[in-house]
């Protein structure tokens, strides 16, 4: 067994398996996530998210695969009574961008289910989550990266009920410059935008978790859509909810009905570790519990 000390990892996900009665946790789990070649992503299984079996290798790539390195976040679904895999990957000459795999089992194997990622071919994207709007029909909501548009961008696009194919144009949601709480990563104009997870509040107020760089490092933020929709506006609450070197987060309810936010803290390599942190709503905000 290991704990969560001795986990490293980025991008924690954690899907909750109500059948199996535990979670999966799953995310960037290669030695070296910035360089070198790409080995693919491990997943763990608890029942207390406190001590985790593992680590299965959930995804290998196929001699074939488009991608070579930059194998990250992945974030897993059930839909359609099978497993999703939504995650980023990068090849040189290649823009990076969201692949979405599929398996019968949460331990994989997943596989591509198209030869091409779902975000734009020219634009360099990560971080692609999925969501399922008021009609229950899927979108992909993305990050469009700092590096080819310096004020990052948030994007969201239409999916093909098979999870194969976009529809329509994607339409931008916000930029990173639009939160008060965000300062550049690199000179005065480049800022990041990463990690986005949606969520409904109580009072079914739309809201999504995302990160970039504050003041005291990375962290998250809190944008409520004005509409309850995905498209918005989206307005972007002032103050971020972690500014602590803490970040990619995403919402889950434990088995006993208590909400926690998944995050990786720190943000420094090789000492990133799954953090699971309990957190409230009050007055239609998230409060996390110390």
Sequence with gaps: MLTNN???IRDPFILKDEKG???YLYGTTDQNVWEGQGVGFDAYRSSDLENWEGPFPVFRPADDFWADHHFWAPEVYVYQNQFYMFASFKAEGV?????ILVSESPLGPFYPVSKHPITPSDWECLDGTLFMDEENKPWIVFCREWLQVQDGEMWAQRLSSDLINVIGEPE????????????PVRGQNDYITDGPYLYRTQNRELQMLWSSRSQHGYAVGIARSATGTILGPWIQVT????????GHAMLFRTFSGELKLAIHSPNKSPYERPVFLAVVEE???????R
């Design 6 to 8: 001795d986990i490293r």
């Design 21 to 23: 009665g535990c979670y």
């Design 95 to 99: 823009c990076r961008g969201t692949q």
């Design 172 to 183: 931008l949601l916000f930029k990173a410059s639009e939160a008060d709480w965000t300062v």
């Design 239 to 246: 103050k971020p909810l972690i500014d602590e070197d803490g």
């Design 283 to 289: 007055n239609n905000s998230l409060v996390v519990m």
